[in-house]
């Protein structure tokens, strides 16, 4: 990946970063439990502040939700805007707040469960906190790790971010709709991910045109189906 790799910021919190992932890795592995115990199949769905993560949710829930019981964690560090968007759909919603955490963790997901009807859902969706960093430690419990990246963050947005996008099971370039515009070659986001993870779904997508959502839906369903 990047040739040149900057100097790596010195820390003396390695031990004690250490067991905050290691016990979050636990709860996390509880809330799979948990999940599998109920036959619901769960989405985290990370990517950066405005990639798409809440309309991707949204035009799912649109197009699933007659076939599918779904049901959404919306992370955002204040606020319940995002979780007020799923609302509208009348579909169970847990906004959780992180405050100045940049991600979700395992233990909030751990109470985000406890408020959702979980005999009556197929799907879970999980918004995470948007950020392209903090995320990428925490599990939490998904069966799917998805990371939206969109063309108007720069074309070397993957290549500047390759651990989170190594740990995901699909990745989606979306706003292929206005590349022209920002300049930004989308071929090159695709080959960029497919160079990190050669194993990984990888699809460009507009959510505006539509372009690339039925392979979307495809690997939701096919993800379903496992759980
Ligand atoms: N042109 C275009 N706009 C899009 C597309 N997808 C999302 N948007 C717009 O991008 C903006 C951000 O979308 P959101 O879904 O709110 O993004 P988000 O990732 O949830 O944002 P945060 O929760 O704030 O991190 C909205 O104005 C969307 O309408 C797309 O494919 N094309
Ligand atoms: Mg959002």
């Keep these: 990946m ?15 970063e250490y067991d905050v992932l290691k016990e979050n890795a ?14 619901i199949s769960a989405f985290n769905i990370m990517g950066a502040i405005g990639s798409g993560k809440t309309l991707l949710i949204e035009k ?6 007659s076939k599918y019981r779904i049901g959404v964690i919306a992370g955002d560090v204040i606020a319940r ?4 968007r799923f609302e509208k759909y009348g579909i169970p919603t847990v906004g959780l707040n992180t405050g100045k ?8 997901v751990e109470h985000g469960l ?17 950020n392209l960093i903090c995320p990428t430690d925490y599990e939490l419990g998904e069966h799917r790790r998805v990371v939206i ?22 990745i989606i370039v979306n706003k292929i709709d206005i590349a022209g ?19 990984i779904d990888v699809l460009k997508m507009s959510l505006k045109t539509g372009e690339g959502f039925g392979e979307w839906i495809d690997f939701v369903e096919k993800s379903a189906a496992k759980a």
Excluded: W
Excluded at 81 to 84: E, F, L, R, S, T
Excluded at 188 to 198: C, F, L, P, Q, T
């Design 2 to 16: 990047p040739e040149k790799i900057g100097r790596f910021m010195h820390t003396t919190e390695v031990s004690i």
């Design 26 to 39: 636990k709860i996390a592995l509880k809330n799979q439990d948990l999940l599998a115990k109920y036959g």
């Design 60 to 65: 799912t829930i649109q197009r699933l939700g």
């Design 81 to 84: 805007i995002d979780a007020a």
């Design 101 to 108: 955490e940049c991600h979700l963790d395992a233990h909030l």
């Design 114 to 130: 406890e408020d959702l009807p979980l005999d009556n859902l197929d799907l879970l969706f999980i918004e995470n906190v948007g």
């Design 149 to 170: 990246v969109s063309v108007s963050e720069g074309d070397d947005i993957v290549e500047k971010h390759p651990l989170i996008f190594s740990t995901a099971h699909l």
């Design 181 to 199: 515009a920002v300049n930004a070659d989308a071929d090159r986001m695709v080959e960029d991910a497919r160079e990190i993870n050669s194993r």
